[in-house]
């Protein structure tokens, strides 16, 4: 079975917090792992694949680390933003397997 | 415009009636899958494609059917839908050679 787990499952941080998220994942025969940001009412939108060991993905304020061995990525968000507010969402890929985790919602207050 | 397409957006039916969510890709992407959202449970993958006449059950296929007779298009059938079957559906698409996914904009379904 191939769980994802995400924490915390919400987060609510003022205006210019930065703030981080965690997607553990089996760490066997592992191929990629992704993570999307997905607003209500709107389709997920991929932020990051990443798919070696040791991988540093950064997009304008948010990045991302992965640890292969270990099963974890660390989503970061610096100076938060009220537009940031969004469920991050986590998939763990194994060859043509993808699962989901469950999603860490942040909400961002001005 | 690269998009994944589905229809119809939203869907209110009653148990048992038959029906069809469309989903359509104008990437010529060979894998195209079918997700299924409840809250508290994440993206569960239903059914999956890796290119045209071959398809996969995911994780929860109970209830669906998928065809794949061309390769921009992968409908989801519910033959006899059931209220356990509310939720919201995307459908998603990518190269095989990698790994980035698109999304669909989601169906949300209502079964009474």
Redesign the interface.
């Given at each position: 079975i191939l769980n994802?787990e995400q924490s915390p499952q919400s987060l609510h941080v003022q205006e210019g917090d930065s703030t981080n998220f965690t997607c553990s994942f089996p760490s066997s025969n592992f191929?990629?792992l992704?993570w999307y940001r997905w607003e209500t009412a709107?389709?997920?939108?991929?932020l990051f694949?990443m798919?070696l060991n040791g991988d540093e993905k950064k997009k304008g304020r948010i990045s991302a680390t992965l640890n292969t061995k270990e099963g974890y990525s660390y989503l970061y968000i610096k100076g938060s933003q009220p537009e940031d507010s969004a469920t991050y969402?986590c998939?763990f890929?194994r060859g043509?397997?993808?699962?989901?985790?469950?999603?860490t919602r942040l909400t961002v207050k001005p | 415009e690269a998009q994944v397409t589905q229809n119809p957006r939203y869907l209110i039916t009653v148990t048992g009636k038959k029906l069809t969510v469309t989903c359509s890709q104008n990437m010529n992407h060979e894998y195209m899958s079918w997700y299924r959202q409840d809250p508290g449970l994440g993206l569960r993958q239903i059914y999956y494609s890796m290119n045209v006449e071959v398809t996969d059950k995911g994780d929860v296929p109970e209830g669906y059917k998928v065809s794949r007779k061309e390769k921009r298009n992968f409908p989801l059938i519910l033959e006899s839908p059931s209220p356990n079957q509310t939720s919201l559906y995307f459908c998603a698409s990518r190269r095989l050679s990698t790994y980035e996914q698109y999304f669909g904009p989601g169906t949300r379904l209502t079964v009474t």
């Open positions: 994802v191929y990629a992704h709107k389709s997920p939108e991929a694949v798919t969402l998939a890929m043509n397997d993808m699962r989901f985790g469950a999603g | -």
